[in-house]
């Protein structure tokens, strides 16, 4: 099926009409970054799982074995925004499972925040990019919409952009993360902050006052703070 003729398989998903018809095949979508995939497509993020297993949208599908979505709380106040799965995420399904996703709990687990209750995980790209290279521009907008609705039904108080391409594929911004990261953004009526990368924070183990790690520290009592006060 050429991408023309799959311009229109989302038309059946109104926003307020969820019902999937019973000879719906969701292997033959999305194939074609050219698909919208309407805001209101998906009613959870549990009907994502098929898509994304079968989506061709970029060519990081060809490499998968699994598509990572998401972990943690649907309804979490945090949702964190990684950059792509790594060999361990693509193996389990899961993102953040492997070395940076141990350092990611510790820094939650200082401010006592659980992964499985108090946020919701997720990346740019749902594919593993060969060799864990930086996923493109164009694999990033390719998986944007499944984000965008991730977003969309977590609806968190709080973003946490976890490295630059997070930032970028999210927001567009194009700044550095050691410019922008412990600031807090808005867009889209979202609360977000830029954090450091857990792989950035492997790479550079120095505590010593004004290091990333001791800096990344410094963003997740901030980011406790604020959520204290959002709840007060
Ligand atoms: N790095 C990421 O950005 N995401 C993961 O899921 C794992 C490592």
Not at 151 to 179: E, F, H, Q, S, Y
Request: aromatic share 6%; hydrophobic share 35%; proline share 10%.
């Amino acid at each position: 099926m050429v991408p023309e003729e799959q311009i229109n398989l989302f038309d059946f998903m109104q926003p307020s009409q969820h019902e999937t018809p019973a000879d719906f095949d969701p292997s033959l979508i999305p194939t074609s970054a050219q698909i919208p995939i309407p805001p209101g497509t998906y009613a959870s993020i549990a009907e994502m799982v098929p898509h994304c297993n079968t989506c061709q949208r970029c060519e990081l599908g060809q490499f998968r074995t699994h598509a990572v979505i998401g972990r943690g709380n649907p309804k979490a106040d945090i949702a964190i925004v990684g950059e792509g799965p790594g060999q361990s995420e693509d193996e389990q399904g899961l993102p953040f499972v492997g070395k940076s996703g141990q350092l990611l709990e510790k820094i939650l687990q200082s401010v006592r925040l659980s992964s499985e209750n108090d946020v919701y995980i997720c990346n740019v790209v749902k594919c593993r990019p060969p060799g864990n290279r930086t996923p493109t521009p164009q694999e990033t907008e390719a998986c944007k919409p499944y984000l965008l609705e991730q977003i969309r039904l977590v609806n968190p108080k709080i973003i946490l952009l976890a490295g630059a391409t997070a930032v970028r594929g999210l927001t567009g911004d194009k700044r550095g993360i050691t410019k922008i990261r412990g600031q807090w953004l808005e867009w889209q009526g979202y609360l977000c902050m830029p954090i450091f990368h857990p792989a950035y924070l492997l790479r550079n183990p120095s505590r010593e006052p004004n290091s990333p790690k001791w800096l990344m520290w410094k963003d997740i009592q901030a980011i406790r703070a604020k959520l204290a006060e959002l709840a007060s």
